[in-house]
């Protein structure tokens, strides 16, 4: 029996660490060499994907979500494992 593929990329998950990482959609952008656009879209389908908000977003910060806190821990574990197996 094969697992369906998740609903969500490596990819989107490393924006995720990197945002909370800089609290600054704009400065995770700039760490992951992408346009801002591009990773608040990619975010949101993050987002949509789990079906729970992970950042509260205001014009002048950004402050993850308690579930949004549990989802980054989780993602950080997932991008070190896929790093070790890489390796």
Same mark, same amino acid.
């Given at each position: 029996?094969? %697992? #369906? &593929? &998740? &609903?969500? #990329?490596?990819? +989107?998950? +490393?924006? %995720?660490v990197a945002v909370a990482d800089t609290l600054s959609f704009s400065r995770a952008a700039e760490r992951c060499h992408v346009s801002q656009p591009s990773l608040s879209a990619q975010i949101a389908e993050l987002e949509g994907a789990l079906d729970v908000p992970i950042f509260e977003r205001t014009h002048h910060r950004v402050l993850l979500t308690a579930a949004g806190r549990e989802?980054?821990?989780r993602a950080r574990v997932v991008l070190r494992d896929v790093e070790e197996l890489i390796h």
């Open positions: 029996m094969t %697992a #369906s &593929p &998740p &609903p969500f #990329s490596l990819r +989107q998950l +490393q924006y %995720a989802i980054v821990e």
